[in-house]
């Protein structure tokens, strides 16, 4: 609570001091007394809250010979320290010598000037798994810096802002295939926790991870899904979930992201933000994948080195922004009515197809406005680099690094073998438009899901977004990447020459 408010809150003190010592029979003596009415909600209290509550609210220790002069001292004194006392211990990352109490406990050791005071319960909402603790009372995420490490001739570093900020940007050409170093100014105040759904796994490491952070770092706020706060009420009684609605409280107070689950678990995150994209460290599950490089086992040394540090290394993954435009180039609006479809980010590929009719589909190609060709096929697919090896590489896509910017437009199917996959520079600005002989309407789908669809003459328009996504990597200098295209995709590893290798072994 600011100064500022504490004296605008003196003269509702004082009128109750006056009604105190107006009636001198009154029993002075007056114990401790919790105030659910006024400290056991969300509402802050208002001055009419406060004066309309009997005097054994505020209380002090008073004895009856003391004068009413000294009374009168005593009451307002007591009152504001209290006030400031509960104030203090609604904020949470504030440093404070002493440990601030868990989440969802009342403090009653709490002791400023003798006087016990009530601690805090938090900002509840009631939502559809009954009260849920909201992020709106957390504070505003830690800022950061990101650099080099050093690892590049002076004349190809790449040039970055410095400056403390609360976001991750990137513009063409600030990559150049190597990594970044993040450090933060405080330690991390707020992290994400999202797991994979249905999974009794990813549960039970949800509980294991979420409670070692809470046990380990009682000042650092854990948030989930609001689903998840609902499903896990129980064993996570402490955790915070985002207000109904309200996703831009994401990346309003979220320092760290936490994954537990596979690669869809960490596209699932992407979607959660449209904007500045908070370090994202993901945990395999045991299941293999591009983008899992710690395993659960280690999450506990892991996550210490990050926090205790306030440093991790990234991979700065670029992200795509799409956008849907009817004929006249307008924005194209929601059909349930909710109005105009915002910008779509997604981090692996933007697919337009043919979907569930037979015919293929004409669509029009334009790059920064002139048209490039015309292409019949069953769809296109506009990637990223991280989605290089996804549903682009099954349709014939280049293996691309995650940290080279770039563009991917890989036909599907085409009915013209000459059309090959092209790779365009990141600040080029792609159109796909139905052109007037296709016989059906076409699929838009984003990183596999968020379906739509464009009649005639419609179109998408896709471009780079500034919003990478910042993965925390193991290892320096683009190993991890290398690493997995050799386990995972076995690429250029001869399949006779394994079978050679396991015969020998197995004699």
């Given at each position: 609570?600011?100064?500022t408010t504490i004296h605008s809150?003196?003269?509702?003190?004082?009128?109750?001091?006056?009604?105190?010592?107006?009636?001198?029979?009154?029993?002075?003596?007056?114990?401790?007394?919790?105030?659910?009415?006024?400290?056991?909600?969300?509402?802050?209290?208002?001055?009419?809250?406060?004066?309309?509550?009997?005097?054994?609210?505020?209380?002090?220790?008073?004895?009856?010979?003391?004068?009413?002069?000294?009374?009168?001292?005593?009451?307002?004194?007591?009152?504001?320290?209290?006030?400031?006392?509960?104030?203090?211990?609604?904020?949470?990352?504030?440093?404070?010598?002493?440990?601030?109490?868990?989440?969802?406990?009342?403090?009653?050791?709490?002791?400023?000037?003798?006087?016990?005071?009530?601690?805090?319960?938090?900002?509840?909402?009631?939502?559809?798994?009954?009260?849920?603790?909201?992020?709106?009372?957390?504070?505003?995420?830690?800022?950061?810096?990101?650099?080099?490490?050093?690892?590049?001739?002076?004349?190809?570093?790449?040039?970055?802002?410095?400056?403390?900020?609360?976001?991750?940007?990137?513009?063409?050409?600030?990559?150049?295939?190597?990594?970044?170093?993040?450090?933060?100014?405080?330690?991390?105040?707020?992290?994400?926790?999202i797991k994979k759904p249905n999974?009794?796994?990813?549960?039970?490491?949800?509980?294991?991870?979420?409670?070692?952070?809470?046990?380990?770092?009682?000042?650092?706020?854990?948030?989930?899904?609001?689903?998840?706060?609902?499903?896990?009420?129980?064993?996570?009684?402490?955790?915070?979930?985002?207000?109904?609605?309200?996703?831009?409280?994401?990346?309003?107070?979220?320092?760290?992201?936490?994954?537990?689950?596979?690669?869809?678990?960490?596209?699932?995150?992407?979607?959660?933000?449209?904007?500045?994209?908070?370090?994202?460290?993901?945990?395999?599950?045991?299941?293999?994948?591009?983008?899992?490089?710690?395993?659960?086992?280690?999450?506990?040394?892991?996550?210490?080195?990050?926090?205790?540090?306030?440093?991790?290394?990234?991979?700065?993954?670029?992200?795509?922004?799409?956008?849907?435009?009817?004929?006249?180039?307008?924005?194209?609006?929601?059909?349930?009515?909710?109005?105009?479809?915002?910008?779509?980010?997604?981090?692996?590929?933007?697919?337009?197809?043919?979907?569930?009719?037979?015919?293929?589909?004409?669509?029009?190609?334009?790059?920064?406005?002139?048209?490039?060709?015309?292409?019949?096929?069953?769809?296109?697919?506009?990637?990223?680099?991280?989605?290089?090896?996804?549903?682009?590489?099954?349709?014939?896509?280049?293996?691309?690094?995650?940290?080279?910017?770039?563009?991917?437009?890989?036909?599907?199917?085409?009915?013209?073998?000459?059309?090959?996959?092209?790779?365009?520079?990141?600040?080029?600005?792609?159109?796909?438009?139905?052109?007037?002989?296709?016989?059906?309407?076409?699929?838009?789908?984003?990183?596999?899901?968020?379906?739509?669809?464009?009649?005639?003459?419609?179109?998408?328009?896709?471009?780079?977004?500034?919003?990478?996504?910042?993965?925390?990597?193991?290892?320096?200098?683009?190993?991890?990447?290398?690493?997995?295209?050799?386990?995972?995709?076995?690429?250029?590893?001869?399949?006779?020459?394994?079978?050679?290798?396991?015969?020998?072994?197995?004699?």
């Open positions: 609570m600011h100064r809150l003196r003269e509702p003190f004082r009128a109750l001091v006056s009604k105190t010592l107006s009636h001198p029979t009154a029993p002075l003596h007056t114990t401790t007394t919790r105030i659910p009415s006024l400290f056991q909600t969300s509402a802050r209290p208002s001055p009419c809250d406060i004066t309309s509550l009997p005097r054994t609210g505020f209380c002090s220790h008073f004895h009856p010979a003391t004068t009413p002069k000294i009374r009168a001292k005593r009451v307002l004194s007591s009152s504001a320290r209290q006030l400031r006392a509960f104030s203090c211990s609604r904020s949470r990352g504030s440093s404070q010598k002493k440990p601030l109490p868990r989440d969802g406990e009342l403090d009653q050791d709490l002791d400023y000037s003798g006087d016990r005071v009530l601690g805090r319960t938090g900002g509840f909402n009631a939502g559809s798994g009954g009260s849920r603790r909201i992020t709106s009372s957390l504070p505003t995420k830690v800022k950061m810096t990101l650099d080099t490490p050093g690892v590049y001739p002076k004349d190809l570093a790449p040039i970055y802002d410095k400056e403390p900020s609360r976001e991750i940007r990137q513009s063409f050409g600030t990559t150049y295939g190597g990594n970044y170093k993040l450090r933060w100014e405080e330690g991390p105040r707020t992290i994400l926790i999974d009794e796994l990813t549960d039970k490491a949800l509980v294991d991870v979420a409670s070692w952070i809470h046990t380990k770092y009682p000042h650092t706020n854990v948030v989930v899904e609001p689903d998840v706060a609902d499903a896990f009420a129980e064993s996570l009684p402490f955790v915070y979930t985002i207000p109904d609605g309200k996703r831009v409280e994401y990346t309003r107070v979220t320092d760290l992201v936490i994954t537990l689950g596979g690669d869809g678990t960490i596209l699932h995150t992407s979607s959660l933000f449209n904007s500045a994209v908070p370090p994202v460290i993901s945990f395999s599950m045991g299941t293999l994948g591009f983008l899992l490089p710690f395993h659960i086992n280690n999450y506990q040394t892991a996550l210490a080195k990050l926090i205790e540090n306030r440093s991790a290394s990234l991979l700065l993954r670029m992200r795509l922004k799409c956008t849907l435009h009817g004929p006249d180039g307008r924005r194209l609006q929601a059909k349930d009515g909710s109005g105009r479809i915002n910008d779509l980010t997604v981090m692996n590929e933007v697919n337009l197809h043919r979907g569930r009719y037979p015919h293929l589909t004409s669509i029009g190609c334009f790059v920064d406005g002139h048209m490039i060709t015309e292409a019949v096929a069953d769809g296109l697919i506009i990637a990223s680099p991280t989605g290089s090896t996804a549903y682009s590489l099954s349709a014939g896509g280049s293996i691309v690094h995650p940290s080279i910017q770039t563009l991917l437009l890989t036909p599907i199917c085409p009915r013209s073998l000459s059309f090959r996959p092209v790779l365009l520079p990141p600040n080029a600005t792609i159109q796909l438009k139905i052109g007037e002989k296709s016989r059906g309407p076409a699929e838009v789908s984003l990183d596999g899901k968020e379906t739509f669809f464009l009649d005639k003459n419609e179109f998408l328009q896709v471009c780079m977004s500034p919003f990478p996504m910042p993965c925390v990597n193991r290892v320096h200098a683009g190993e991890d990447w290398m690493k997995d295209i050799n386990d995972l995709l076995k690429w250029n590893q001869s399949f006779h020459n394994k079978q050679s290798m396991s015969h020998y072994i197995s004699e």
